[in-house]
T-cell receptor, first 110, second 112 residues
Framework: RKEVEQDPGPFNVPEGATVAFNCTYS??????FFWYRQDCRKEPKLLMS???SGNEDGRFTAQLNRASQYISLLIRDSKLSDSATYLC???????????FGAGTRLFVKA | DAGVTQSPTHLIKTRGQQVTLRCSPI?????VSWYQQVLGQGPQFIFQ???????GRGNFPDRFSARQFPNYSSELNVNALLLGDSALYLC???????????FGSGTRLTVV
């Protein structure tokens, strides 16, 4: 079993749609959780941290369920510019190991 | 302020050779980590350094090594290169451990 698993995608959605990404992690001792965005042939960029209480930044909402070892990212009112790969990230081993999921590709079309 | 800078941006090496990749973190960032990314996959964790000490290591062979200098810059060394080492190597820095990282634009290594 992979340490971090994401929806394989790709997701193809029209502009204005709401899209949700799911991620599960295997290590119950994992400490920190993030969503990163990566554009084609670019470096990953931090989108937002994820907390059990939930975290919202504009159109983006992230949620963590520690009991289920599940992380989600919700994008509302999708824009063309949201087209990218979304990477789920978990830290383990006291925060000294950072594990990325394989990513989920999103295509937003006009 | 400058972001995370990596050098070189592109590199072509022959099987069996050795390579050194360099990374300068954002000013004030003491934590540096290295990742390998092949096309279609997420970055794979190689090393994490904080205050010049190795704090974490991923599942990579001993051919991979790294170090962090007093100014917090870092080098990643790969010995006895294999074709399978061809990838984008990313460096990232953070103020402290367990915090979101800022990535450099990477070094694309091709082994022929």
């Amino acid at each position: 079993r992979k340490e971090v698993e994401q929806d394989p995608g790709p997701f193809n959605v029209p502009e204005g749609a709401t899209v949700a990404f799911n991620c599960t992690y295997s290590n119950s001792a994992s400490q920190s959780f993030f969503w990163y965005r990566q554009d084609c042939r670019k470096e990953p960029k931090l989108l937002m941290s994820v907390y059990s209480s939930g975290n919202e930044d504009g159109r983006f909402t992230a949620q963590l369920n520690r009991a289920s070892q599940y992380i989600s990212l919700l994008i509302r009112d999708s824009k063309l510019s949201d087209s990218a790969t979304y990477l789920c990230v978990v830290t383990a081993e006291g925060g000294f190991k950072t594990i990325f999921g394989a990513g989920t590709r999103l295509f937003v079309k006009a | 302020d400058a972001g995370v800078t990596q050098s070189p941006t592109h590199l072509i090496k022959t099987r069996g050779q050795q390579v050194t990749l360099r990374c300068s973190p954002i000013s004030g960032h003491k934590s540096v980590s290295w990742y390998q990314q092949v096309l279609g996959q997420g970055p794979q964790f190689i090393f994490q350094y904080y205050e010049k000490e190795e704090r974490g290591r991923g599942n990579f062979p001993d051919r991979f090594s790294a170090r962090q200098f007093p100014n917090y810059s870092s080098e990643l060394n790969v010995n006895a290169l294999l074709l399978g080492d061809s990838a984008l190597y990313l460096c990232a820095s953070s103020l402290v451990d367990n915090y979101g990282y800022t990535f450099g634009s990477g070094t694309r290594l091709t082994v022929v």
